[in-house]
């Protein structure tokens, strides 16, 4: 009943229903999310934001969908390298190699991690883009998460589905900002979470054009931009020539694009997701006090536990 | 009565109208561009191309706008690396800047024209990017163009502008793609041609992401990644993710870009404008030997002549 009278307070001016979020228990952050969605479409009010100017940008890996035990993009990667590495293109002896098909992470960390990553990126140069892509989506197709014994793709949190829904029903442009291989990214999500290609920024590689033949190629090379930390906000500069109005992440590599999200002269809202849900998912939240700041200095930046905000996390929770 | 029955007939699956390209005269390549829509859009036909993969592409300087006789984010560049010389932020007397001012184009050649676009681009390193805009804004208010004595924001052809439209109302997402400075460009296009920012692929400067101070900074820096040729269909490669089924162009800058385009697995369409009217723009048509080849070669590249296919440029010869 509270909730109905909340919503139905909070969504006059717009054309949400009691339904918005259903899957997020009633407390600060739901009210909190309902309150800003309501008044930054209101065009009578003080923080009317123009359709134009409506853009939110959602973290992926940890913030949108499972990110344990590994990052989708990740593994994915090593598997197509191991498949190189079988037709002799890559020394499997060889560093990083060697420890990405050992899983072996001290040695990852021991080489330099992003080191690690940059070169497991650039192992694909000279691979067409369509056949990376076509690649993700045939492993993708066909692996099952280890604990949970569903597709990765299953597993975007409902409760982002609905926030993701919501935004877009508010005439929001929701766009994917990720540190994940943006190609990777882009083969699944059109059809896991509703985001099309163009509104993914992820680390990109720019492919190189060729007229050799008579059809024209796109493949990759091994020149890549990292989608982290600091770059997110000017990659979103550089790649929609605005500021956003709404972020969500989880880790230390979304805290710029959410503090630049929260002090614009839009009124913004940001939320940051807290995996403290051992029993639906993984508890191994530790990057508290690094948004804590934020939060506290900053009326627009608001916590979600998965434990307590979230009354579903999973699709297969429901059947 | 012929343009009425054609537009019925080509029109009947879509909804498209009689008054469609108003200002195109009847002729093959306006007859070309309505079949091609009506063909793509129809889901019965073997030609239909899905609303999500409706991407167009379409290059400003000389495609969509007048770019003579200098390039308006050139004119605006240089313009506001005077601004810098009075404040003694840049040498007046070095190069490529003596040569800019003085347009001295013989000097910019013996310079290396690429590296003096470059250079000028560089300047701005530092400048807030928000500053930038609202300079390129106040430039684009102030000045006039000199033989039309209108604003450049007022110089894009009609033709293209009921085209786009066409494309719009077709489900079609029109990117502008150009070797222009990106956020120049940006600085006005929405309200000049109706595109958003997101929708520009520019030569493009990533900004720097700073927090240094209680307000978060955008700043632009040197790096820059220029956006001509065979850098076209790679940048579209890398900012949509999807390979677009429209194209139009002007120079040997959208040859690469249009061969992409009509090469691809869908029925694509390539236009090609002729500056060869004296009377209503300029004549300086040097490219027909560039795209001949490929309008020879693939039935899907069309050239419009601006003389004979274009009953009308600018807005100005309305009035």
């Given amino acids: 009943m509270r909730r109905l009278l909340v919503s139905l307070i909070l969504c006059v001016p717009t054309l949400c229903t009691a339904a918005d979020l259903p899957s997020w228990n009633d407390g600060d952050t739901r009210t909190a999310i309902l309150e800003w969605v309501a008044a930054v479409t209101d065009e009578a009010g003080p923080d009317f934001i123009p359709v134009a100017e409506r853009i939110a940008v959602l973290d992926n890996d940890g913030t949108s969908w499972c990110e344990r035990p590994a990052y989708g993009s990740t593994a994915f990667q090593v ?45 694909f140069a000279g691979m067409p883009s369509a056949a990376y892509r076509d690649s993700a989506r045939a492993w993708l197709d066909r692996i099952r998460h280890s604990r949970f014994d569903t597709r990765l793709t299953e597993l975007y949190y409902i409760p982002m589905v609905e926030l993701k829904d919501l935004l877009q029903a508010n005439d929001f442009q ?46 990759r090379s091994e020149v ?20 956003p109005v709404f972020a969500a992440g989880n880790s230390n590599n979304d805290q710029a694009m959410c503090r630049w999200t929260v002090t614009g002269p839009r009124r913004g809202l940001a939320i940051w997701i807290h995996h403290d849900d051992d029993l639906r998912e993984y508890a191994y ?23 307590n905000d979230w009354t579903v996390l999973f699709a297969h929770e429901l059947k």
């Fill in 79 to 123: 598997h197509l390298a191991r498949s190189l590495a079988a037709e002799g293109k890559i020394d499997p002896e060889a560093m990083p190699f060697k420890a990405w098909f050992a899983d072996d992470r001290d040695a990852l960390r021991a080489y330099g991690y992003s080191k690690s990553y940059v070169e497991l990126n650039a192992a």
């Fill in 285 to 307: 939240d530790r990057s508290t006090d690094t948004i804590a700041g934020l939060v506290n200095d900053h009326p627009g930046a608001w916590h979600v536990s998965m434990k």
């Fill in 224 to 243: 890549q931009t990292y989608n982290g930390h600091e770059n997110k906000p000017a990659h979103i500069e550089m790649r929609i020539g605005r500021r």
């Fill in 174 to 219: 929701v766009w994917i900002v990720t540190g994940a291989a943006q190609d990777f990214v882009r083969s699944y999500i059109e059809g896991a979470f509703g985001i099309p290609p163009e509104r993914v920024i992820g680390t990109w590689t720019v492919p190189v054009y060729g007229e050799d033949t008579p059809d024209p190629t796109m493949v």
